[in-house]
């Protein structure tokens, strides 16, 4: 055992000196790997409390305009987000929004570019949920350009100054809840669900200029059709496939057709958790209304339901907040408050703890910690290992928050429903 914590501890020495060479990006939600996981070290434990007058390990703090839970991306010095602002001369309450943009520099939390996308019409927009926003997907970015998406709303393509390269508000369809789903980039395409009120598909879009590439047609009648999960793209026997979560059925696609390859039936609907995939296994949580966590072999073909999920897990299972697998554990939190860690090939429970609180953000791992964000504002940071030890309580507690963290550049980048924030160690 001790030699096995001295190779880790080598391994975490060398990635650290890596990562002084070349500060990491977070160019998509989840990360570079779409799975939560940061190899970023000297990462603060506690912040947000005043001290001296100041909050504590805040590098900067930058209010946002309007009301959006994407979450911030991080490339190259640069965070990129997205919010819906009321338009100017609009009516309180009249839904006449701006959906915007924005670009701030990572270092100093100067807001370099602020630009409109879309406009919505507050007499055509359909309701949403009250813990969702009119701009909720994350952006994604690809080198020189950044991908913003307001679901049902619209789709662009900005470079990175914010020049709208190209804009589409092509794909029509009714959402339940408002927006919800990021895209994914695969194979020149960016690939998206559109699990609305009735139809539900997945679409794929030509990265270089909006045009589909593909649309495929959800298969089953479930009694609510709507869900909201980011799509995973993995490779199994070195072809890739999309997995993509919708109310009741997950499908792996083929990114150049939209063929499906496989699929496994579930009872759920309004999916939101993103998929994994290691040790061989995509890994889904079924959501409302009584979430599943599902472990699948996807090297199937057609409908793989009865042969080939390995293992289920109901109690815990999230609704909202994506799953994080560290080596052989998978952690995870439920909408309200228990947080669980079980063993990742067989299912087995390793331990099962209250830590209090509602959450919506999906979990993060970085400097051999995991990062939990209550809706609240408080946050929890946990330390990985198959016996539980009480988390570190901190966070901004009086800032609701529904947005997944951005890890990068030697910070942790929190944005709350007011404000975009800069947490690092003193230096």
Request: with cysteine; hydrophobic share 35%; charged share 20%.
């Amino acid at each position: 055992m001790l030699l096995n914590l001295a190779r880790c501890l080598a391994m975490v020495l060398a990635i650290c000196a890596v990562n002084i060479l070349h500060a990491e990006d977070w160019p998509q939600f989840r990360g570079g790997n779409g799975d939560g996981i940061s190899t970023e070290c000297g990462l603060p434990s506690e912040w947000g409390a005043e001290v001296d007058g100041k909050q504590q390990n805040v590098a900067w703090k930058l209010e946002i305009p309007g009301k959006g839970w994407s979450s911030p991306v991080l490339w190259h010095g640069k965070l990129y987000l997205t919010s819906a602002v009321p338009r100017e001369g609009a009516e309180e309450g009249s839904g006449d929004l701006s959906l915007r943009a924005m670009c701030v520099d990572a270092k100093t939390g100067l807001m370099l570019w602020d630009n409109e996308i879309f406009v919505q019409d507050g007499k055509t927009a359909p309701k949403i949920h009250a813990k969702n926003s009119h701009a909720s997907p994350t952006p994604l970015v690809d080198s020189n350009r950044v991908f913003v998406h307001f679901g049902h709303q619209g789709t662009a393509c900005l470079d990175l100054d914010g020049k709208i390269l190209w804009s589409t508000r092509e794909l029509s369809y009714a959402p339940v809840h408002g927006n919800g789903c990021t895209p994914v980039l695969v194979d020149g395409g960016i690939v998206f669900s559109c699990d609305g009120g009735k139809d539900p598909f997945v679409v794929a879009l030509e990265a270089d200029t909006g045009k589909i590439k593909w649309k495929f047609a959800r298969p089953g009648e479930p009694k609510k059709t709507f869900a909201f999960c980011t799509p995973t793209v993995i490779s199994v026997n070195g072809k890739q496939q999309v997995i993509s979560v919708g109310a009741g059925i997950v499908n792996a696609l083929d990114p150049n057709t939209g063929e499906d390859i496989w699929h496994v039936k579930h009872g759920g609907y309004s999916v939101i958790p993103k998929p994994l995939f290691a040790h061989g296994l995509v890994y889904i949580s079924t959501s409302y209304d009584s979430p599943m966590v599902m472990a699948i072999r996807p090297d199937g073909r057609g409908d793989v339901t009865e042969s080939h999920v390995e293992w289920t897990l109901k109690k815990g299972a999230p609704h909202t907040p994506s799953l994080l697998i560290l080596g052989k554990e998978l952690y995870m939190v439920s909408d309200s408050g228990v947080a669980t860690c079980v063993d990742a090939l067989t299912g087995e429970q390793h331990w099962q703890e209250r830590i209090g609180g509602n959450y919506s953000s999906s979990l993060v791992y970085a400097d051999d910690k995991i990062y939990l964000q209550s809706e609240a504002g408080k946050a929890y940071v946990l330390k990985p290992g198959t016996t539980f030890e009480k988390p570190i309580e901190t966070g901004f507690t009086t800032e609701r928050n529904l947005s997944s963290y951005a890890v990068g550049d030697g910070a942790l980048f929190i944005r709350t429903e007011k404000n975009l924030y800069r947490v690092q160690q003193p230096k």
